[in-house]
């Protein structure tokens, strides 16, 4: 299975929004709502910032965002701060009863 | 407080075998599955499996099937990634995570294991 498709980079200034989208097929982001974001900081362990598409564990920031339409997925940082510098990633349930990482996010904060 | 304690750094030479290892604590180990992430030298994560505790079944990812084995001992929660002939394309950080079965989602992670395969 093809790792899903993520934007290899993404920027914006303080205070601005993003947007990182993810392309899956309908075997994974499309045919389940088990898309998830995780925050990597390099040389830390990476951190879930949204599950289930659209839910925010408890404790993470409601600047972030998730949503889906068809076989894309979206993270949305609003009111951007330098410390969501970081790499993102997506991930998706399959239909083969595995999970599937995306290709990887950098988000710079100019 | 959730923890998962991975095993620390390893150097090895290609056709060695390793097996490194993941703690889980303050959780019931068996509720959860714990999943095997690479990230190799400037590269993205990859999902390499999963294992439940409870009863020991195991998925693979294509990409992984056959080249490594995950296995768990309950008894002491811990879970186990190992390589039975290492080679130098295995040098990466390995990351185990939990995951609650139905809840699609990764949610604590370990510290991270580096391994280095190096002649």
């Known amino acids: 299975q093809s790792a899903l498709t993520q934007p290899a980079s993404v920027s914006g200034s303080p205070g601005q929004s993003i947007t990182i989208s993810c392309t899956g097929t309908?075997?994974?982001?499309?045919?389940?709502?088990?898309v998830s974001w995780y925050q990597h900081h390099p040389g830390k362990a990476p951190k879930v910032m949204i599950y289930g598409v659209s839910d925010r564990p408890s404790g993470v920031s409601n600047r972030f965002s998730g949503s889906k339409s068809g076989n894309t997925a979206s993270l949305t940082i609003s009111g951007l701060q330098a410390e969501d510098e970081a790499d993102y990633y997506c991930?998706?349930?399959?239909?083969?009863?595995?999970?599937?990482f995306g290709t990887g996010t950098k988000v710079t904060v100019l | 407080e959730v923890q998962l304690v991975q095993s620390g750094a390893e150097v090895k030479k290609p056709g060695e075998s390793l097996k490194i290892s993941c703690k889980g604590s303050g959780y019931s180990f068996t509720t959860y599955w714990i999943a095997w992430v690479r990230q190799m030298p400037g590269k993205g994560l990859e999902w390499m499996g999963m294992i439940n505790p409870a009863d020991s079944d195991t998925r693979y990812s294509p990409s992984f099937q056959g080249q490594v084995t995950i296995s768990a001992d309950k008894s002491i929660n811990t879970a186990y990634l190992q390589w039975s002939s290492l080679t130098a394309s295995d040098t990466a950080m390995y990351y185990c995570a939990r995951g609650y079965s139905g809840s699609g989602t990764w949610d604590s992670w370990g510290q991270g294991t580096q391994v280095a395969v190096s002649a």
């Open positions: 309908s075997s994974d982001v499309g045919g389940y709502n088990y």
């Open positions: 991930s998706s349930y399959t239909s083969s009863i595995t999970y599937v």
